[in-house]
Nanobody, 126 residues
Framework: QLQLVESGGGLVQPGGSLRLSCAAS????????IGWFRQAPGKEREGVSC????????KYADSVKGRFAISRDNAKNTVYLQINSLKPEDTGAYYC???????????????????WGQGTQVTVSS
């Protein structure tokens, strides 16, 4: 069974950091682009970042550039999202998604992705 599992969320004070993980089981991530999306209550799903299958392509939303960093370790079948300098507006459920594609990743179009995790909650509050 193909599955993505996110972890690493939590409650953090403004200015703090977290590292989110997206681990795959039932398939290898080598051939997949991975996107990270987030959704706050009452708001639309927002594309945060994505990374191509080889890791050479990365994209970020303007709101997170310079604070978030996406990376992948194909040997561990895991993609990471390092999130720093957290702000209250970063609060939301964070989801990773996978798409079987080479040389490309879609940061914003969540409908392009084939597999989704269950999400991990990030809450930024003092």
């Amino acid at each position: 069974q193909l599955q993505l599992v996110e972890s690493g969320g939590g409650l953090v004070q403004p200015g703090g950091s977290l590292r989110l993980s997206c681990a795959a089981s039932g398939f290898t991530l080598d051939d997949y682009a991975i996107g990270w999306f987030r959704q706050a209550p009452g708001k639309e799903r927002e594309g945060v970042s994505c990374i191509g299958s080889g890791g050479g392509i990365t994209k970020y939303a303007d709101s997170v550039k310079g604070r978030f960093a996406i990376s992948r370790d194909n040997a561990k079948n895991t993609v990471y999202l390092q999130i720093n300098s957290l702000k209250p507006e970063d609060t939301g459920a964070y989801y990773c998604a996978a798409k079987h594609v080479f040389g490309y990743c879609s940061r914003a179009v969540w409908g392009e992705y084939d597999y989704w995790g269950q999400g991990t909650q990030v809450t930024v509050s003092s």
